[in-house]
């Protein structure tokens, strides 16, 4: 096998690409390689960059052209007790962030919601979807599309059902603009977040339709789906996992963890997250869930894309006679615990520590368990920074701790 070094020159003289290494070496020695090259052309010190621990091939999944790792720095938050249908326990939260003082905050919320006795959290609805486009010669022929969707479902679930055993159809909802048919396909992918079989799926749906009627398929997404953008029909009809979590707090747990009242909180929520966000045209009504979401998903496998439809929260506060009611109900938020990124070492010893790794027993359990407790601890984050807002004292936690 040639060495490293020798690949490199080979790239570097145009007798290989880059993506050609991993056919003539193993995983490692062409990422040694590519970092060779770089450091050649760039000058770059990689040597950071080439130390970690997993096997090189563990990332041929997840990965193309690789040269190393990047590694962040991984902090725990809790535990945080959480009272759902899926998730009964104490979880201590991987959080791998570069945000100083955003893994403290959420502990402080979580210390909060363990006062109180620990929150609740409920999956109330659950669907990956994607939506192909078609296009057809009028509206009258995109009406004759939508009437044998309709009344052919039975056969759309067979196709659909067939391409893996794990997938299960759901429904479909039909949409006409102009000369375009856009069909939302539904899915239940049980453990998995399940992108890569929603699209298969949606294939063999869409061939099925180009062979019974006359639409013609232009994309096997048509952004009606939607992932990986903002988008109201998310916060509307769900992606993923549509979840909740809550907790009642009582005024002498305000005040010991967060220095200030109910009232002053829940001020600060409506001004802030309900009427600010109002004003600003935004689709989610939180503080920052995308700061959690993004930790959380880095830590745990999943893709970090998806923080942009999983952000999609609204977070409601209301002062109550004997203390504070917060709750944050995520409409969009895409997470599994097989599949992606998952089965990288790192990522699955995160899960290893919420006893999320792998597929649950039943099918699909795993998965609603990860999505109430990144449910409850984007709950602790919230109430962290909506008591520092109301407090006075979020620049001094963050001069505390050095950023």
Not at 95 to 101: D, F, H, Q, R
Not at 207 to 213: A, C, F, M, V
Request: glycine fraction near 10%; charge should be negative; include cysteine.
């Amino acid at each position: 096998m040639p060495s490293a070094q020798e690949l490199a020159d080979r790239v570097e003289s145009g007798d290989l690409r880059l993506y050609e290494l991993q056919d003539h070496a193993d995983p490692k020695t062409a990422a040694e390689a590519r970092r060779l090259l770089l450091k050649e052309e760039t000058d770059a010190d990689l040597d950071t960059v080439a130390d970690f621990s997993f096997p090189a091939e563990r990332a041929d999944p997840n990965i193309e052209n690789m040269i190393g790792a990047a590694q962040i720095p991984m902090g725990v938050a809790g535990p945080v007790p959480v009272d759902g249908s899926a998730a009964d326990d104490d979880f201590y939260v991987p959080l791998a962030t570069t945000e100083g003082a955003l893994v403290a905050s959420v502990n402080r919320g979580m210390a909060a919601i363990r006062d109180a006795g620990g929150a609740n959290a409920e999956v109330l609805k659950y669907g990956i979807t994607r939506a192909p486009v078609f296009s057809v010669a009028d509206v009258k022929e995109a009406a004759d599309v939508v009437e044998w969707v309709e009344d052919n479902e039975d056969q759309i679930e067979e196709v659909a059902n067939a391409t893996d055993p794990h997938i299960e159809y759901q429904e479909v909802t039909p949409y006409v603009v102009g000369d375009n048919v856009y069909l939302r396909l539904h899915y239940d992918t049980g453990d998995a977040m399940g992108m890569n079989m929603v699209t298969i799926a949606s294939r063999s749906v869409a061939e099925l339709i180009e062979d019974e009627t006359p639409a013609s398929l232009v994309a096997v997404s048509g952004n009606l789906c939607n992932d990986k953008k903002p988008a109201a029909i998310n916060a509307v009809e769900g992606r993923g996992y549509t979840v909740a979590a809550d907790v009642f707090l009582p005024s002498d747990v305000v005040e010991d963890r967060f220095g200030t009242t109910a009232e002053a909180i829940a001020e600060v929520n409506t001004r802030k997250n309900l009427v600010g966000s109002a004003k600003a045209g935004a689709l989610g009504f939180n503080a920052h869930v995308a700061n959690i979401l993004g930790a959380a998903f880095l830590a745990l496998g999943q893709d970090e894309a998806h923080v942009v439809d999983g952000s999609n929260a609204i977070t409601s506060v209301e002062a109550r006679d004997d203390g504070l009611y917060a709750s944050v109900t995520f409409s969009s938020l895409p997470v599994g615990t097989v599949g992606g990124g998952t089965g990288l070492p790192t990522q699955s010893e995160a899960l290893d520590v919420l006893g999320l790794a792998g597929g649950g027993d039943p099918v699909g359990t795993n998965g609603d368990a990860l999505a109430e407790v990144i449910a409850s601890a984007g709950l602790a984050g919230e109430l962290s920074l909506l008591g520092a807002l109301a407090g006075r004292h979020l620049a001094s936690a963050h001069e505390e701790h050095g950023r």
